[in-house]
C-alpha cells in the first residue's frame, strides 16, 4: 500500500523508529493538489495548542483566508506492508489523534503519475 508522507515521517530515520525496515524502503517525491499542511494536531489529547502537522483540503481550510485551489503539499510516498502500515497507525495515534484517508498524489516522476495512497489526517471535527 502506498502512504504518502509528510511532516517528520518525511524523515526516512524517524520513519525507521516507527515501522520495521523503513530503511529498506524507497520513497519516492509527491504533491497532494488542493490540500496545506495545518499544524491543527495538539502535543497530547489534552493541549489546546496545536503542534503537529495534518492535511486539509483547501476547500475545508478557514475561508477567505486567500487560499487558493493551487494550493498543494509537497511530501513522499512509501511502499508499505500491511504489517509496516499497522505500526505507522499506533505510533501515530489512529484513530484518537489522527483518520487514515485516500488521497491521489502525483509522482514528481512522470513513470510513477498519479497514484492512491493513504495519508494521515487530523481526528478533530473541524480542525483546519
Not at 499544524?39 to 478557514?62: H, R, W
Not at 499506533?90 to 485516500?102: F, H, I, N
Request: glycine letters at 8%; aromatic letters at 10%; charged letters at 15%.
Amino acid at each position: 500500500m502506498f502512504y504518502f508522507a509528510f511532516g517528520a515521517n518525511l524523515d526516512p530515520g524517524i520513519l525507521s523508529r516507527r515501522v520495521l525496515a523503513a530503511s529498506e524502503l524507497s520513497p519516492f517525491p509527491a504533491t497532494l493538489d488542493n490540500y496545506r499542511l495545518s499544524f491543527n494536531v495538539g502535543a497530547s489529547l489534552l493541549a489546546e495548542t496545536p503542534s503537529y502537522a495534518s492535511v486539509v483540503p483547501v476547500d475545508e481550510a478557514s475561508s477567505g483566508s486567500g487560499s487558493s485551489s493551487t494550493s498543494m503539499v509537497h511530501g513522499v510516498v512509501y511502499e508499505l506492508t500491511l504489517p509496516q502500515w499497522s505500526l505507522l497507525c499506533v505510533s501515530e495515534g489512529v484513530p484518537l489523534v489522527y483518520t487514515p484517508k485516500v488521497v491521489q498524489v502525483n509522482a514528481y516522476c512522470a513513470e510513477k503519475g498519479k497514484l492512491n495512497a493513504y495519508t494521515l489526517s487530523s481526528s478533530r471535527k473541524g480542525a483546519s
